[in-house]
């Protein structure tokens, strides 16, 4: 029996689903053009597109939200912010920004040139194709465990470190403006990283003088499997292990949307203060004024508040208990996953579960219309679709390691019952899944296409 954690909260407010008919399904999923990017919310039972911004806040959030201050510079919300960034993070300097990748294209703007390259453990899609768009070159060094979906490392999110010493041996450190670590590892499985793997990573960057950046959207569920997977760190408070964190690093770009719980807001965090003087006059270029970012000032105090929540014991130990609930049920009906479970998504390795089609027609993106097409669930492809790309010097096409779908599971908002529906759903497709089609590409742009592609069944 597969134990599933009590909810450390009750549920005030509640929003109504609804489940179409399987014609209603088929009909929206044509005339979305086989993308479900492209589905009206109002169309989809279970969302699990994204656990970005689709979180529950709490009545603390929303109190907060109440004492926003609206004034243009130095409203109250942005110290209170301040404050709680600083405790946490521990860095000099901080703007806050829209989202995660605001941040991401204004540290671009300001540090890649091109032909550099970006080494990270796995860049995810928007801060790739921000590397891309400046014309720099990202570099994915995760260890190779994470290629081997069934393997249960404990921190398969790692950087492989002797790789990034070669890697900085041959391209030299003039041509690397910035190194950087995704924690948790969403592009490879929503794996953890492990401190003693960020406190190595920090030291060779430190050493070649090359600034580290952390990637921290999902710092706090990172600091939970530090504490409850790596020794030394089992009694250490959660605080005190994501100060620990920080303080391997020269700054962070943080989407506040997941682990601050909020459905909307991020920040660039940074000790170099020549640095931060040239991003802070990119955001009054792009964003706006320095003490709000992109964002009102409520929105500045539901991260304030959210920054905390996302960081107590109790909360993580039921998100990240949910997942593996989720995880371990579809293992047991023998659907291929990324394990062990991660954090805050299930990635089912949808090449391996269709392996009848093969990766230049999609697999994933397959599941991902099966999925809808079976039980209204929305979830996301991150395989070729999201990740193959062409290297700007040699114009060959790098495909990712895995072609998976990304189950995310927004934080606060599904209960069990919706969990055991999905699996379910997924038993029904395991039956059947040598019938499903692959899918073509009928439209794409150039960069982070998945968004917006179309595709067309292949008969
Ligand atoms: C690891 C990682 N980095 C960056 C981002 C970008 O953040 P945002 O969606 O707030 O722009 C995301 C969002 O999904 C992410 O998962």
């Keep these: 029996m597969i134990s599933y954690p009590p909810e450390p909260f009750r549920i005030k407010v509640v929003e109504k689903i609804q489940l179409l008919d399987r014609e209603a399904r088929e009909k929206v999923m044509e005339e979305a053009g086989f993308n479900v990017f492209n589905i009206a919310s109002k169309d989809v039972y279970i969302d699990l597109l994204t656990d970005s911004g689709t979180g529950a806040m709490s009545d603390q959030q929303w109190s907060a939200i109440m004492q926003g201050d609206e004034a243009y510079a130095g409203a109250r ?10 405790k946490i993070f521990s ?3 901080f703007i806050p920004t829209h989202q ?3 941040a991401e294209n204004i540290l671009a703007e300001l540090l890649v040139r091109p032909g550099t390259m970006v080494p990270s453990n796995t860049h995810f899609d928007t801060t790739q194709a921000n590397i891309l768009a400046r014309g720099g070159r990202p570099e994915n060094l995760v260890i190779s465990e994470s290629e081997d979906p069934s393997t249960r490392y404990p921190f398969k999110g790692n950087m492989d470190v002797a790789k990034l010493e070669r890697v900085i041996e041959e391209v030299g450190t003039e041509n690397i403006p910035l190194g950087m670590i995704t924690i ?11 401190m003693e793997n960020i406190r190595q990573a920090s030291e060779v960057y430190r050493r070649h003088k090359i600034p580290f950046f952390i990637d921290a959207c999902r710092y706090a569920e990172n600091a939970f499997f530090i504490k409850s997977r790596e020794s030394g760190y089992e009694n250490k408070p959660l605080l005190q292990i994501a100060n620990e964190i920080f303080s391997y690093a020269d700054g962070v770009i943080m989407s506040a949307k997941k682990d601050a719980i909020v459905n909307i807001g991020g920040f660039l965090a940074m000790n170099d203060e020549q640095l931060f003087n040239q991003a802070r006059n990119k955001l009054v270029l792009r964003e706006g004024f320095p003490t709000y970012g992109g964002l009102a000032g409520r929105d500045l105090d539901a991260i304030a508040v959210g920054l905390w929540e996302g ?3 109790s909360y993580l130990e ?5 997942t593996k609930y989720f995880g371990e049920r579809l293992l047991q009906i023998g659907v291929p996953i990324v394990e062990p479970p991660g954090g805050h998504a299930i990635y089912v390795d949808a090449g391996m579960m269709l392996s009848h089609i093969s990766r230049d027609i999609f697999p994933g993106q397959a599941l991902s219309i099966e999925l809808y ?8 492809e991150l395989g070729s679709v999201a990740f193959a790309y062409e290297d700007p010097s040699t114009g060959e096409t790098i495909y990712p390691a895995l072609e998976m779908l990304r189950l995310a599971i927004p934080r606060r908002v599904y209960t069990r019952a919706h969990f055991d529906f999905v699996v379910d759903v997924f038993g029904r497709i395991m039956e059947n899944r040598e019938t499903i089609p692959g899918y073509r590409l009928t439209y794409a742009p150039k960069l982070l296409r998945h968004f917006t592609a179309a595709f067309e069944p292949v008969q």
């Design 77 to 86: 919300s942005f110290y209170r912010l301040k404050e709680s960034v600083e």
């Design 91 to 93: 860095f000099r300097y």
């Design 100 to 102: 995660g990748r605001a």
């Design 184 to 194: 948790t590892n969403n592009a490879s499985g929503g794996q953890p990283v492990s």
């Design 311 to 313: 960081l107590e014991e």
């Design 318 to 322: 039921y998100r990240v208990g949910q």
């Design 373 to 380: 097409l079976e039980g209204g669930i929305r979830a996301v």
